[in-house]
């Protein structure tokens, strides 16, 4: 079999968590990668394995830059969309300048790709599920919204509007789309600062604090290593089966997130203890935030298509999420500085 040729893709939101390792995996392939992002919440330290690489671009700038983003998805052969304002707490904090850019930035990359008739892979997320926690929830399954007083369900909101925007060029223009609703998603570079669950209790048991565990902790999560997250990307942008469809990405693995916590606190081997804090204390301000019970993919539409397994376990989350935090295991450092950002 003929490995396919070198393509050239557009990832914005490519200094991200995961838009980083996509870009890694994409230069792997032999791909050329031209990166968006306005470092909100990427960091070019993301990409210090990639820098080096002649093939990697990098362009300091926003979605919601229209000419920009003309320009860039004119020069690639494939857009993948991840550039979005995420975590809940700074959808929480930061409601309307979230909605504004993962609504209108959308727009901007999907009319672009819509101009230039290039393939497109949006990043949508399980949260447009909202509280349909039954059980694996399928593609198929509806969506349960709270009040659009809260601001949680806002991006949920957003993210839906992207997903009939993507779909409604397909259908009405055939512009070739892939959704990908990725659910918990986590592993090395994935900042603490935005409320994702796994990276910030492991910097607290490395840091021998007490592990927050907001509610409960009853409440029932999947955690996805960003690898797999990645190859299931990867096997999408190649199916041409995957143009117009909506896919899960996640693990079925469950845990509770206080049962997360105990395994954070045993795998770093730390005194911490568990301090469970009310909701209403963690996202003060955060107009009535709401958790769900439980959120867990239905991925056999994706592994039917692709044959995508997940090959990490919550253990290995756990272990990478502890080395990322600095976990007597230092990992790679990043070069202390980078060349200029590039234009291209
Ligand atoms: N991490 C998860 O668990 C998860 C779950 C579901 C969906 N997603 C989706 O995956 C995508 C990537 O998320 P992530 O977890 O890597 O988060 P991230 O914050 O690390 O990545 C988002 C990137 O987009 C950039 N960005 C934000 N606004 C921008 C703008 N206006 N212009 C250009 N760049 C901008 C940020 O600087 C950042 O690098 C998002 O679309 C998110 O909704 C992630």
Known sequence: MTAPAPLTYLVTGGAGFIGSHLADALLAHGHTVVVLDDLSTGDRANLATAWPDPRLRFVRGSVLDARLVDELVGRCDRVVHLAAAVGVRLVVEQPLKSFTTNVRGTETVVEAAHRHGRPLLLASTSEIYGKNGAGPVAETADRVLGQSTVARWSYATAKAADEVLALGYHREHGLPVTIARLFDTAGPRQSPAYGTVVMRLAAQAVAGQPLTVYGDGTQRRCFAHVTDVV???????????????????????ETSIGDLAGLVVERAGSPSPLRFIPYEEAHAGGHGFEDLARRVPDTRKLRELTGWEAGHRLTDIVDAALLDAGGGFPGPAAPASFPAPVRV
Do not use: C, T
């Open 231 to 253: 190859d299931a990307l990867l096997r999408l942008l190649d199916h041409p089966g995957a143009v117009g469809e909506v896919f899960d990405v996640g693990s079925g693995e």
